[in-house]
């Protein structure tokens, strides 16, 4: 990263390390299938799978080919899943990739056969059996159509798999709906195996599953969230997770403001007294949410700044009047803790949830990653999309 970054998001390795080593714990003996979509949930998938790979993740999930795709161009040699669908006319792909593919309608399953066996390869798929998400999947009372989609030409089953709704809360009624759910699945699987119909790799427990419902471990654990130091929710909670991501920016100017002067779009903020404000060269284009105009806090000098006015595409404006330091060059931290909003904090203030903040920030950030508090490596999308696996040195 050259060192007039506007802003970046900084990565700790050790972190993630720490949380892949406390999930794999918690799985007992259960295979890691490590979830990396959405960039490694705005983490680098280029920079954090092949880490987690070493760590000993034996599978990755992710939600579109082109994300799987990503994963094989930086090394990836672990088998990778995806979620999502996949057009059919891609079955070439996924064979010569080694990418696995959910399978969730009889109807997708003879599309995606079809192709296959018109190229020559066999797709392993894993088969999505919908227990209560009404998302994608088979009916838990189609296993007919489970059966036949297994002895289709062109596909191997390799996995079948469910997702919980409400893993991640301690309503009673949630957790029944969680038992439910289970209880679904493996009726499925007891009503396949009476068919001679059994798979390799049975899964269903996502991060709050994996060390919330222990039971439900089967073959394999999903975990996606904790890995990155977050929490699936403010009630089920895995101690000892540390916090991967901190949201940085330079501060561009400083100014006084004086007594009755307006901030921002729309005048919303006016100063009531003098006011040293500090530009910081972030905003909402780079995953800073805006909903935190005049709400949020962030660190400089390791001390709190609170945003006046609002938050703009590229930059932001606080008030440094107790900060008599700050000075144009200087770091603040925007997300991540300590006197700054953690992800947590951000995502309690606009209403939404720390994945929806971490996966936010934009591919404009360029991510820097950290080791023991020295910079290591860094990726940055906007120059080197594809370098990074060649350059890293951690």
Not at 319 to 338: C, E, F, M, R, Y
Request: aromatic share 6%; glycine share 10%; proline share 4%.
């Amino acid at each position: 990263m050259e060192r007039d970054a506007r802003c970046w998001a900084e990565v700790d390795l050790g972190a993630l390390r720490h949380n892949f080593r406390l999930v794999k714990r918690c799985a007992g003996g259960a295979a890691v299938m490590a979830v990396v979509k959405a960039d490694a949930y705005g983490h680098g998938d280029a920079a954090v799978a092949p880490l987690l790979e070493r760590e000993g993740a034996d599978a990755f999930a992710v939600a579109c080919l082109g994300e799987a795709l990503r994963l094989r161009r930086v090394g990836v040699t672990r088998p990778v899943l995806i979620l999502g669908r996949t057009g059919a006319e891609s079955a070439a792909a996924l064979a010569e990739n080694g990418i696995r593919q959910a399978v969730f309608s009889p109807e997708y399953a003879e599309a995606l056969s079809g192709a296959a066996s018109r190229a020559g390869v066999t797709v392993r798929v894993h088969i999505k059996v919908d227990t209560g998400m009404a998302r994608l999947g088979f009916s838990p009372e189609d296993t007919d159509g489970i059966a036949r989609a297994c002895a289709l030409p062109g596909l191997f089953a390799e996995g079948i798999f469910t997702h919980f709704a409400a893993a991640d809360s301690i309503a009673p009624q949630d957790r029944e709906y969680t038992r439910r759910q289970y209880a679904l699945f493996d009726g499925v699987l007891r009503a396949l195996a009476a068919r001679g119909v059994r798979f390799p790799l049975r899964h269903c427990c996502n991060s709050a599953g994996t060390f919330a419902w222990p039971e439900y471990r089967l073959d394999m654990v999903r975990p996606g969230i904790i890995l990155y130091g977050e929490q699936p929710s403010d009630t089920v909670t895995l101690p000892g997770l540390r916090g991967a991501l901190r949201l940085c920016a330079a501060v561009s100017q400083v100014r006084t403001l004086r007594a009755g002067d307006a901030v921002s779009y729309g005048c919303t903020y006016r100063a009531g007294r003098t006011v040293r404000a500090a530009t910081l060269a972030v905003g909402y284009a780079d995953g800073y949410p805006r909903a935190l105009s005049g709400r949020g806090t962030v660190s400089l000098h390791g001390r709190p700044a609170r945003v006046l006015g609002r938050v703009c595409m590229d930059q932001m404006i606080v008030d440094v009047t107790d900060i008599p330091q700050a000075s144009p060059g200087d770091t603040a931290v925007v997300l991540g803790g300590g006197a700054a909003d953690s992800v947590a904090d951000a995502a309690a203030l606009t209403g939404t949830i720390g994945y929806e903040v971490l996966c936010g920030i934009g591919r404009r950030v360029p991510r820097v990653y950290v080791e023991n508090g020295a910079r290591v490596a860094s990726l940055d999308y906007l120059s080197e999309p594809e370098a990074f696996s060649t350059r890293a040195s951690y």
